[in-house]
């Protein structure tokens, strides 16, 4: 069983939507949580990071961890065309980096 | 310009013959990273380096080598590429040494045949 897992999706909204994205992790022993963009060929791009429980907002986007339950998500309110994307989460401990698979956003206009 | 820069972008090589691929960024950051990256695998890490001189294993760090010599340099060496190697390589840094905020470059495409 993978240490990370995301929801596979694809996903596919009309702009305008909230889009949820989420992810489950086994490791308690992760510092820090991560969600990164990713657009086609290209490097995956940092949105947030946090690394308690509890919400993080930046813009449109909220990142949200439970530690109890081992669960984050990324919240994206009012989801553009340009947000269409692959979206990774990422868990860290001490330097070692573990990603979900990523989830594909389709924002159609 | 910060960056991290990856070169070469795109190697067609053989099984076999020793490659470097190398990473360079110019933000004095302190950590640095390789992963690679397979349609349905995910992103996986192969090193990381919390400082100069130091370096450890990530998920999958076989038939890999790497050193932290100076601080904006980090390659990636395959001694004996095999056909298993082909993928999609990126290297990344971060200012903080636990590598929490990490900044990826525009990644090397690797066909070994």
């Known amino acids: 069983q993978k240490e990370v897992e995301q929801d596979p999706g694809p996903l596919s909204v009309p702009e305008g939507a909230i889009v949820s994205l989420n992810c489950t992790y086994s490791?308690?022993?992760?510092?820090?949580f991560m969600w990164y963009r990713q657009y086609s060929r290209k490097g995956p791009e940092l949105l947030m990071y946090?690394?308690?429980?509890g919400n993080k907002e930046d813009g449109r986007f909220t990142a949200q961890v439970d530690k109890s339950s081992k669960y984050i998500s990324l919240f994206i309110r009012d989801s553009q065309p340009s947000d269409s994307a692959t979206y990774l989460c990422?868990?860290?401990?001490?330097?070692?980096?573990?990603f979900g698979d990523g989830t594909t956003l389709t924002v159609k206009p | 310009e910060a960056q991290v820069t990856q070169n070469p972008r795109y190697l067609i090589t053989v099984t076999g013959k020793k490659l470097t691929v190398t990473c360079s960024q110019n933000?004095?950051?302190?950590?640095m990273s390789w992963y690679r990256q397979d349609p349905g695998l995910g992103l996986r890490q192969i090193y990381y380096?919390?400082?100069?001189?130091?370096?450890d294993k990530g998920d999958v760090p076989e038939g890999y080598k790497v050193s932290r010599k100076e601080k904006r340099n980090f390659p990636l060496i395959l001694e004996s590429p095999s056909p298993n190697q082909t993928s999609l390589y990126f290297c990344?840094?971060?200012?903080?040494?636990?590598?929490?905020?990490?900044?990826f470059g525009p990644g090397t495409r690797l066909t070994v045949l």
């Open positions: 990344a840094s971060s200012r903080l040494a636990g590598g929490h905020e990490q900044f």
């Open positions: 490791n308690s022993a992760f510092q820090y």
């Open positions: 946090t690394y308690s429980s």
């Open positions: 990422a868990m860290i401990q001490a330097g070692k980096s573990t």
């Open positions: 933000m004095n950051h302190e950590y």
């Open positions: 380096s919390m400082n100069v001189e130091v370096t």
